[in-house]
């Protein structure tokens, strides 16, 4: 056997050399050594028994055959597509996969991109290049390439536990996991992102990290940064403020989507990347709350789960969204007009017999928190050089949220309702109650100023725009967005930040068949 790609962190790293029987005269065993011995023992089942995050690729020397599986979650991407000769390309970093498999700009993702703001689904924006999803296996040999899952989120509610017995499983899970992690947060130099809200508090509580840091603006009146910052002085933590202005924020928007590989049409993204090169200058790891709100229902459209998750209703597609379907096929020009439904219609399947909520987290998990969160968490850690420790993906903390009833979940309107009344040990109750804020920028007010919406504006109607886009509807947009039409933002930042990827990333790749 042998490791031919390794992207990640195996979290269980110590418990897994106990088990496999591997020791070594130096201080670490090598990851490609656990690896190789796990595939050994395990084979294709070996995704379920690593915690942690990875992209991996283990080749059989003698027969050829090459296994692929990404995490649970989808922490870490993994990206293949076939070259002209047909042979497999495959690796985590799009850009090199894409480089030697890709044939052009796929139309059916251009339009979903469109519609969800960030690329959804296995189809990247690069035809032939698809995405291997969380909790998939590929193996590829002379018989060709089968894509398969190892694991599946499946919401199977447990009514027998209690409460506190409950809460007391989610503090000991997230022990240890924080355990598993204590190594890389024993330097005083660790730091924990921390914002108002439950997830980062009761992480930096727990977790004993001595150093956190927040991100705040001039231009908003009630920053989080101030709450957090009054916690972490109540902990004994040193808190720092990192303060985004709009030339800050435009300058790391290309940054963002280079790192990305892909467009992302989420400005919190850009945040983290600011507050991880913050971070990353005296740090090499943080703590960060990504997976909470998808795992324990922390966002608030999941108050109308009864009406959304139901069968028979318009199907869910997830918590964010752009356009609809129809005024994104006529602002792409497109004759086709490409449904979204098949994207959840495997969910949809097996979660007949699922309360409506558990449904709706299934769907986010698999698009939203894949497609957007954890891709712009993942190009923030590579362009700023600091591993992001989450705690709540790990695949243990995916596997117990899954069990715990949907009325536990969410509770008389309150999101997080279980993680908060377990979090309440550790921190004051108006912290571990406070409503969801959600992280939010000034960009309407950003977008408006005259140096950045002159940059805006070129980007719009230059090169390549035409040829892609209804230059007309563009225009129509752009001005009732100027003219005061908040909502509009978005719409105008998704094609922004589409035409950023085009022309930094896409229009640049070698022997790339013109659109």
Request: with cysteine.
């Amino acid at each position: 056997m042998k490791v031919c790609l390794f992207d990640g962190h195996i979290r269980n790293h110590v418990q897994l050399c106990e088990e496999l029987g591997i020791s070594s005269p130096e201080k670490r065993v090598p990851d490609s050594v656990v690896l190789e011995a796990g595939f050994s023992r395990w084979g294709t089942d070996i995704g379920n028994h690593l915690y942690g995050s990875f992209a991996l690729a283990i080749q059989d020397e003698k027969s050829g055959a090459l296994f692929c599986a990404r995490d649970t979650l989808g922490i870490k991407p993994f990206y293949y597509g076939f070259d002209s000769a047909g042979a497999l390309q495959y690796g985590s970093a799009l850009d090199e996969v894409a480089a030697k498999a890709c044939t052009g700009l796929d139309a059916e993702a251009l339009q979903r991109y469109m519609m969800f703001g960030y690329p959804v689904g296995e189809k990247t924006l690069y035809a032939g290049v698809k995405k291997l999803m969380p909790g998939h296996y590929l193996l590829y040999d002379q018989d060709g390439c089968v894509v398969r899952p190892y694991h599946d989120l499946v919401f199977q509610p447990d009514h027998s536990r209690s409460e506190a017995q409950w809460a007391a499983d989610i503090e000991r899970v997230l022990q240890d996991v924080l355990h598993d992690d204590a190594e890389k947060l024993a330097s005083d130099a660790s730091c924990a992102f921390l914002s108002s809200g439950v997830d980062s508090s009761y992480l930096l509580a727990l977790s004993g990290v001595r150093r956190a840091c927040g991100i705040g603006y001039d231009e908003q009146g009630a920053s989080e940064a101030k709450a957090a910052a009054e916690f972490a002085r109540g902990l004994g933590v040193a808190f720092e403020e990192n303060k985004i202005t709009s030339d800050m924020f435009f300058d790391a928007v290309p940054r963002l989507i280079r790192f990305a590989g892909l467009p992302l049409a989420d400005a919190s993204s850009v945040a983290l990347l600011l507050g991880c090169e913050a971070v990353a200058r005296t740090s090499d790891c943080c703590l960060s709350g990504e997976g909470a709100d998808e795992l324990f229902a922390g966002y608030h459209v999941y108050r109308r789960a009864d009406e959304l998750g139901r069968i028979g209703a318009p199907r869910y597609l997830g918590c964010a969204g752009i356009l609809e379907q129809e005024s994104a096929r006529r602002l792409l020009m497109h004759e086709t007009s490409y449904s979204a439904d098949s994207l959840v219609g495997l969910i949809y399947e097996k979660s007949e017999s699922w309360e409506h909520l558990s449904r709706l987290q299934a769907i986010d998990c698999a698009l939203w928190l894949e497609g957007d969160i954890l891709l712009g968490a993942n190009a923030a850690s590579r362009a700023s050089g600091l591993e992001l420790l989450m705690p709540y993906a790990d695949a243990r903390m995916v596997d117990l949220a899954a069990r715990i009833p949907a009325g536990l979940r969410l509770k008389e309107g309150c999101g997080k309702y279980i993680l908060r009344k377990t979090a309440q040990g550790q921190l004051p109750h108006e912290v571990a109650f406070r409503p969801k804020i959600g992280f939010s920028l000034p960009m309407c007010s950003w977008m408006r100023e005259a140096r950045h919406r002159e940059k805006i504006d070129a980007m719009l109607f230059g090169e390549g725009s035409a040829s892609l886009f209804d230059t007309a509807l563009v225009r129509g947009y752009w001005t009732a967005f100027l003219e005061g039409n908040d909502v509009l933002w978005q719409v105008v930042y998704a094609l922004y930040t589409f035409m950023i990827w085009y022309r930094q990333c896409f229009s640049r790749l070698p022997r790339i068949i013109p659109v």
